[in-house]
């Protein structure tokens, strides 16, 4: 079993090493993302192992067909960068759906405590050994209100965190939690227009892309906070800079962005930045950019590591792939083959 791990970072080998070599797995690390102009590196091998910035667009899926690679192993949740239409019946598509949603959510809101709070503001003055403390007024989150937008694992933390530190949550969710207790579900439109908060939870799809958008930032209530440590693309960036201009929005913490895949996880601190917009939303005192990293704890990484090498032990195997992301099952929103513990094809 050869793999090809694309996007390798320090931080990965450290954990897939020993998972890969306790099941004596070949790998070979590269740290080239996944495309067009790399795809030729995955001939030879049966898996590659792919991150949230690769692509796997339905050209690339017919070329590691056509190498007779077997399978796509995401060390992620997120699928939005495959071309699962392109992969059914002909490549697996195995994916590590929850992995530390803790870790996410604990991220959610730190950058939520920063922007409201001005701490990362605050840290950069008192570098400086200025202690003057104007312009750091904000507010409690205590007694205000919290819209959540997507109730999986890593929202359902996200909710049960601000509950219990005195919000009042309100929920969105195409297909509600039903054990979840700390939210009361509502329509989309009446969560933007009561919540004091806004934390983005929901996986990119057609339907959740540019969910935030200037139809729906017209709808906030003046002064709104967003985080989003989801997908880039389910904010408009332009509405959003348009937003944050007018003050609609007070402030805004993102782990993700919509055009991140030449800048996050590389560096790019001796370059002029060709991104406009990105350079536009750094610019923002109230504004508070990481770089796609609140996955990034020590439990999520263990656990990416071994869910992954538990992915490709059950694909070998024959047994039924409970990680498997199938376009048939994604399309129709359930199916009666993998409640009953089949794999779809």
Do not use: W
Request: charged fraction near 25%; hydrophobic fraction near 40%; charge should be neutral.
């Amino acid at each position: 079993m050869r793999v090809i791990f694309f996007n390798a970072k320090s931080y990965d080998k450290i954990y897939f090493d020993r998972y890969l070599a306790e099941n004596k797995f070949g790998v070979t690390y590269i740290e080239e993302r996944l495309c067009e102009a790399t795809v030729r590196l995955a001939e030879g091998y049966d898996a590659v192992c792919v991150f949230v910035n690769d692509n796997a667009s339905a050209g690339i899926v017919d070329t590691l067909v056509g190498y007779g690679v077997k399978m796509i192993l995401l060390r992620c949740a997120g699928y939005n960068n495959v071309d699962v239409k392109a992969a059914y019946k002909r490549i697996r598509v195995l994916r590590v759906p929850g992995y530390s949603p803790s870790s996410v959510a604990e991220h959610a809101l730190a950058l939520l405590m920063s922007v409201g709070r001005k701490t990362h503001r605050a840290y950069t003055r008192t570098r400086d050994y200025n202690f003057d403390i104007s312009g750091f007024v904000s507010h409690n989150l205590y007694g205000k209100t919290a819209g959540i937008i997507g109730t999986g694992k890593i929202g359902a933390v996200m909710a049960d965190i601000l509950s219990g530190i005195g919000m009042t949550v309100l929920a969105y969710d195409k297909f509600p939690n039903k054990e979840l207790k700390s939210v009361k579900y509502v329509a989309v439109d009446e969560l933007l227009k009561k919540s004091d908060i806004i934390s983005l939870h929901c996986p990119l799809t057609p339907e959740t892309h540019h969910l935030i958008n200037a139809k729906s930032i017209a709808k906030l209530k003046d002064g709104v906070i967003i985080i989003n440590t989801s997908r880039g693309a389910i904010i408009d960036t332009k509405a959003v800079i348009n937003g944050l201009d007018s003050k609609k929005i007070a402030g805004l913490g993102l782990d993700v962005y919509e055009e991140e895949e030449e800048y996050f996880y590389e560096d790019r601190s001796e370059e002029i930045l060709d991104d406009k917009e990105l350079v536009r939303l750094l610019s923002y005192p109230n504004v508070l950019l990481t770089s796609h990293q609140a996955f990034l704890t020590h439990e999520a990484l263990e656990t990416i590591a071994s869910d992954t090498v538990d992915n490709i032990k059950a694909c070998l195997s024959g047994k039924f792939m409970p990680n498997e992301v199938c376009y048939q099952c994604e399309s129709k929103g359930k199916c009666d083959k993998r409640e009953k513990g089949f794999n779809c094809f």
